[in-house]
Each structure stands twice: as C-alpha cells, then as structure tokens.
C-alpha cells in the first residue's frame, strides 16, 4: 500500500513536471510568435539556416542575404476587421438602456482608449489564438493593460480546464530596463478575490509563489471583488479541453520558411556575377582592365589563349516566381483576395468592399467570440469603478454590444445609383434616403417637412427657369393688326 502510495505521487509530479516544461515550451512559441509579429526575424533565420543547410554549405555567406517581408503583420492586420468600425455599448437594466450608467461607462472607456487597444486585442488575437485583457489602476485612472502569453501562465479551475483559477503575468522584464536590479521573477495574480504581486521561482512540483515583499511596487493590492476572474481571455475559437491554444499559429513557420527562400534568392541574385575564364595564359598574367578575379586554364601545346566571360544561368525569374507564388497562396488561404495581394487600387466603394467581402463575412462570423469576454471586462472596469472611480454602477447591470459594421466610400454616382435601386425595390422610401443624406441628423418627421419644402421650391424654381413666353394682351389675338398697331403706340 506505501508503495502505491509513493508510485502515485512520483506519477503526479512527474505529469505536473512534464506539463509545466509544456508550458514553458508554450510560452516560447508565443515569444517567437510575437517577435515574428514585430519583425524581428534575423536570429530565427540565422538558426534555421544552421540546421537546415549542409554544413558543407557556405552558411556564412548565406546569412548575410537575410532578408525578409513582414508577412505576418500584413497579413494579420489584414484579416482583423472585428472592430474596424467603433462599437456601440450600452448599459441596460432588465432589458432597457441606462442612459446615466451608459454614459458614465463610455467615458471610463474612451478614457482608456478602448477602440484603438481593442482593435490590438483584436490582432493578437489572431496571432496567438489567446489574448488577455486586464483592467488596472494607473495614473488615477482605469486602462486596460494586453497581456500576451508568453508573458503569463495559470492555475487551472479543478473542474473547468478552460478557466484559470489564478492568472498569473509578468510585470516587468529585462529587455525593458537597464537597471542591474531589474527583477524578472514578480508577477501579478490575479484571481476573482482581486491581484496581488507575488514572485515566482522553481517550477513543476518545485515551483514556488510567494507575496512579493520588495519595495519596487509600493504596497501594491486590489481586493476588489470581482464577478469573474479580471484577466479576460479572448480567444477566436471555442476552448474544449485546454486553457491554452495547442500549437503554433501556422502562419508563423510558412512565413519564415518564405524569408529563407527569399534569401536563397538574394544570395542567388547576387552571384549572377559575369566570371573570367582565361585559356593559355601564365598565372602570373596580369589583368590591366576589367575584372580581375578568374578562372585560368594553363597553356597547353596547341591550345590558343583566350579570354571570355561566362555568365552564370540559374533561372533567378523561376526562383522569383517561386517565392511570390509562395507569398500569394498564404495569404489566399486566408482569405485575401488577388486584388488586395498585388496592391491593386480599387476605384470604388464598391470595388473596395467586393475584394474584401470574405475577409468582412469571416469577421462577422469572429464576433460571436467577442460578446462575452467583452461583457465579462465591461462588468470588472464597473466593479473598479465602484471601488476607486468616481461612478458607481448597480449590481444587476448588463451589457449590451452592437458592432458596427465597416463602410466604404460610394462616388456621388454610386450613391445615387443605389439609392435609385432600392426605392424602386421597395427597400426604402424618400423619407429615408433624406435621412441617410443627413448623416442621421434628422428624424422621420422632420425628415418628411424636408421632402415638402423641396418639392415646393422645385416648383417655385421651374417656373422662374422657363422660357419667357409671349403672351397676348386680353382682347387682341398675337400676330394680329391691331396688335402691332398697339405695339407702336407704345413705343411712341
């Protein structure tokens, strides 16, 4: 039985210790992910080429053809549209908008410049699959801080592998400062009780957490009670099994396989170099002109000197062709159209919104993912609120979202066009083209007193710009005797 015993707590250690070396293997890949993101790719290809090119190979001269396309912030930032248009929020109570608590919770947002950290989040998103937003206290107000997981790990929710019970990030990192005394081992926990600073070290069954104690923070401590765990995760697919996405986003290994055939052609353009070859000739020779690097054959009986330049012929308008068409698949599969890829201009609304129309369905779709975390980080920023701002919010608030949808700009003749077509189709009236030509600043009703005054003034205009007519003088015919003779005595 103690044997058992001890078998059973050797297999739980070693599975706790293998899934916390999993998850520092995760956040590797989320790093190298998000240096992809921002482009700093050189130390990845510098380690690919050293394992994927024979050592015979001239690795040295390879690397310094390095060259890459930024591929993956392209592509991401062309693919994130969830929130390319502002959304509206809205505060309700059993079902009816607040307008106080709706008012007071945009201006907590704006304050935190929550459109363009969500149009980020969004992006992330993409990237990792897993995104974390946080609201916290800075500067005497409310922000949302963007966690990234390779800055984070969790403890899992006994009976729900998708929710961490506590969330652990990264505060501050080396790279960040200079200071010798730069520590990397404090964290901020979070969890539904509030966040707290601690510091971590070990890992596995050996990992330890304790209270931070140092003085670099203050005496940092939010014990505000929150309804959900505060680190939001967003994610664009449904969690099942794992908390965290398995796996790297594939965009990440195509992008850097194109940069190495990228730079195989560099290398490749660069040795299109014309050679001297020379036949007959002492090394000794000199070459007075031209390039004097060559190939020498020495002389032989019978052998005539010469001298040509051989040029190399190694199909760099194939090996070009081959990276481009590379580049062009990728970002098809994910839904960017041809137009969009060559950089060709759209003239039109139209236009614009037909080469992007799988792109706005596919993120039409993404919104469905957003709703709930979204609600869940709105619910936390109220209950800080409460405890540091200056608005309270009731308890039995809710939020309601509506995501606006992107719009493209219609030449006057499309407009008029469209609009055209749907009255005729019966999808609007007059009433409402007046009012989308006012931008929404009108109503129904005053929309319609419009309509009104305009058909009056047409009126009033198309007699003004009528042709002036001749008209008779009551008694005389025009064109008659008696007429001209009028007409003389009036001149007279």
């Not at 912030?73 to 009816?96: C, H, L, M, Q, R």
């Not at 140092?214 to 967003?234: C, E, L, Q, R």
């Not at 309601?400 to 999808?427: A, H």
């Amino acid at each position: 039985m103690l044997f058992q015993d001890i078998s059973a707590q050797i297999i739980k250690d070693s599975q706790i210790q293998a899934k916390w070396k999993s998850d520092q293997e995760r956040r590797y890949l989320a790093n190298f992910a998000l240096d992809m993101y921002y482009g700093l790719y050189s130390d990845y290809l510098n380690r690919k080429i050293d394992t994927t090119v024979d050592l015979q190979g001239d690795l040295l001269e390879l690397k310094k053809y390095i060259d890459t396309m930024d591929i993956t912030k392209d592509i991401i930032t062309d693919i994130s549209t969830v929130f390319a248009e502002k959304p509206e929020v809205n505060v309700t109570i059993e079902g009816v908008i607040h307008d106080d608590y709706t008012e007071a919770l945009n201006s907590i947002l704006e304050a935190a410049d929550w459109f363009v950290t969500f149009n980020e989040l969004n992006r992330l998103t993409n990237l990792f699959f897993d995104m974390t937003a946080v609201p916290v206290t800075r500067n005497g107000k409310i922000e949302i801080d963007l966690i990234t997981p390779d800055r984070a790990f969790i403890d899992n929710n006994d009976f729900d592998p998708i929710t961490a019970e506590v969330f652990y990030y990264l505060i501050s990192e080396l790279p960040n400062s200079q200071d010798k005394a730069t520590r990397t081992d404090v964290y901020m926990a979070c969890s539904k009780a509030g966040k707290k600073l601690v510091t971590v070290s070990g890992y596995g069954t050996k990992k330890i957490v304790t209270p931070y104690t140092g003085s670099g923070y203050g005496d940092f401590i939010d014990d505000t009670k929150y309804p959900v765990n505060p680190a939001i995760m967003f994610r664009n697919y449904k969690a099942i099994n794992s908390f965290w996405h398995p796996g790297l986003n594939p965009l990440i290994e195509n992008d850097l396989n194109i940069c190495m055939r990228l730079t195989e052609y560099n290398m490749a353009t660069a040795y299109q170099i014309p050679l001297l070859v020379t036949v007959g000739l002492p090394d000794s020779q000199k070459i007075t002109k031209g390039q004097k690097a060559r190939i020498n054959i020495p002389p032989n009986m019978g052998v005539v000197g010469s001298a040509n330049y051989l040029t190399p012929d190694q199909k760099l308008d194939v090996l070009g062709k081959q990276v481009y068409d590379r580049v062009e698949r990728l970002k098809l599969s994910k839904k960017l159209s041809k137009s969009t890829i060559s950089g060709q201009t759209a003239t039109s609304g139209y236009e614009l919104m037909l080469s992007k129309a799988e792109i706005l369905e596919w993120n039409k779709k993404q919104r469905k993912y957003y709703f709930l975390p979204f609600q869940q980080l709105c619910k936390c920023i109220m209950a800080m609120s409460n405890k540091y701002g200056k608005y309270r919010f009731a308890e039995n608030c809710e939020i309601d979202i509506v995501f606006g949808d992107q719009k493209f700009m219609e030449t006057p003749g499309e407009k008029i066009d469209r609009q055209s077509k749907e009255i005729l189709s019966g999808l609007k009236n007059l009433v409402d083209i007046e009012i989308e030509n006012s931008d929404g600043t009108l109503d129904r009703k005053e929309a319609m007193i419009r309509i009104a005054e305009r058909k009056k003034e047409n009126k009033e205009l198309a007699i003004l710009t009528a042709p002036d007519m001749e008209r008779a003088k009551p008694g005389i015919a025009p064109g008659t005797k008696a007429e001209d003779q009028e007409d003389q005595e009036e001149t007279k």
